[in-house]
């Protein structure tokens, strides 16, 4: 099995599980899910650089030199990824706060727009 093999799956599944979570009725599964969309995007713009091996990490007079702005991207798009994940946290407890539902609608499954949290069905 090859190296690019390995990571192809490897943002394959992260990528898979973050839609999955995505796609569920509460909130947190939905932040959990953009986070790990997120990492897989990372993921995936650090391998577009090439996986090299014994390749020198700076110019150097000998050899082949591994590509330093894969790198770069990654490291903003990590700093901007957790500013975003802490905006989304924040949107969720406000939601929570004044939905009274951690459900993404608002609305507590079996319960209609118009009924009351506490009314029996």
Do not use: C
């Not at 990492?39 to 390749?55: E, K, S």
């Not at 802490?86 to 406000?94: C, M």
């Not at 939905?99 to 319960?111: A, K, L, M, Q, T």
């Amino acid at each position: 099995m090859s190296l690019e093999f390995l990571v192809a799956s490897g943002i394959g599944m992260v990528t898979a599980t973050g839609i999955y979570l995505i796609l569920r009725g509460r909130t947190w599964p939905v932040v959990l899910g953009l986070s790990l969309l997120g990492y897989a995007v990372n993921l995936f713009i650090f391998a577009m650089g090439r996986l090299w091996q014994d390749a020198a990490p700076i110019l150097s007079a000998s050899g082949r030199v591994a590509d330093p702005l894969p790198q770069a991207l990654v490291l903003t798009a990590i700093v901007i990824g957790f500013a975003t994940t802490g905006f989304v946290i924040e949107l969720a407890l406000r939601s929570r706060h004044e939905s009274g539902s951690d459900h993404v609608d608002g609305h507590e499954p079996g319960h209609g727009p118009g009924k009351a949290r506490d009314e029996a069905p």
